[in-house]
């Protein structure tokens, strides 16, 4: 039987072991974390930034909690070309729920951004060679 036509030198990821989604899932998400809609494992996590002059604006704790805990109000912050932003929430969606949360994410105020982060998605990467072997010469 000739190998012309078939797929040789492909690899598969983690040598089939574990697929992306998995291993996404395995480590990208705390301990305990679930699905906030149905309590399954997460797939999705969405979270919520605010501009950090318009977050202490509407509420002046934030100045206080900076000088309290100086740390902890430096994990919530990031900084990006359009200035400095505020963590305000992260929720985490399985797949199955993952359009509806989608749908209420997209409902948040101007000030703020959402992040949505998904993951690798389903279409995998496909990597090997197709073409003349040496065997068929």
Request: proline residues 7%.
């Amino acid at each position: 039987m000739s190998k012309r036509g078939q797929i040789i030198h492909s690899k598969r990821f983690m040598d089939g072991r574990i697929t992306p989604e998995e291993l996404h899932q395995s480590m990208a998400f705390p301990i305990g974390a679930k699905c906030r809609l149905c309590g399954r494992p997460p797939m999705i996590a969405i979270r919520s930034y605010g501009e950090e002059a318009e977050m202490i604006k509407r509420d002046q704790n934030l100045r206080i909690f900076a000088t309290v805990d100086p740390e902890k109000y430096a994990s919530m912050l990031i900084k990006t070309k359009a200035g400095r932003f505020i963590r305000i929430g992260e929720v985490y969606a399985c797949s199955h729920c993952a359009p509806q949360a989608e749908r209420e994410a997209a409902h948040h105020p101007s000030w703020c951004f959402v992040d949505i982060d998904k993951g690798p998605g389903p279409d995998k990467i496909v990597s090997g060679y197709r073409g003349p072997s040496i065997l068929d010469q």
